[in-house]
């Protein structure tokens, strides 16, 4: 069976959303969903990547919502900030020191600082020790690192483990 499906869960996915898009259930889109259901994953199975899997699955719904959050009430902040006059902004980069092991949970906390209006990950260093970050209006380096640490590196070392 797991020569057939090698990723269930994404196999499930990718029919399901085939029928959703096509918004149809006729047996040719049925076939077809179950086509690309089998048929991408295989092909994908030579470049699946084995990821750092989730400690604390509760945590992790926990850290989406408190991600979603802090993204509505960011698009408030910057529209305030880019809607008043752009002399008071400071943007800027800054640098923060990694606690985080493993290129998964490292890339979701660069995808979550993306995600919050304001931030923008730049990089990441060659030894994976820090990140940079652009941030719109930055008052003070100290307390964004803080708070980023804080806030978003604390709980996924907690979902991940390390």
Not at 95 to 118: H, N, W
Request: aromatic share 10%; glycine share 6%; proline share 6%.
């Amino acid at each position: 069976m797991r020569f057939l499906f090698p990723m269930p869960f994404q196999s499930l996915v990718l029919f399901v959303v085939w029928l959703l898009l096509s918004e149809s259930i006729a047996p040719g889109h049925i076939v077809l969903a179950a086509v690309l259901a089998i048929g991408i994953p295989q092909l994908l199975r030579g470049v699946q990547v084995n990821s750092m899997a989730m400690q604390k699955s509760f945590k992790a719904v926990l850290y989406a919502i408190k991600v979603f959050g802090d993204i509505v009430f960011a698009n408030f902040e910057v529209a305030v900030q880019v809607l008043g006059p752009s002399k008071h902004l400071k943007p800027g980069f800054f640098a923060i020191p990694l606690d985080l092991k493993g290129e998964f949970p490292i890339t979701i906390l660069a995808s979550t600082i993306c995600l919050t209006p304001g931030t923008v990950s730049a990089e990441v260093s060659s030894d994976q020790k820090w990140l940079y970050v652009h941030a719109l209006h930055l008052v003070d380096e100290a307390a964004a690192i803080e708070g980023i640490k804080t806030r978003y590196e604390k709980p996924l070392k907690e979902i991940f483990g390390c």
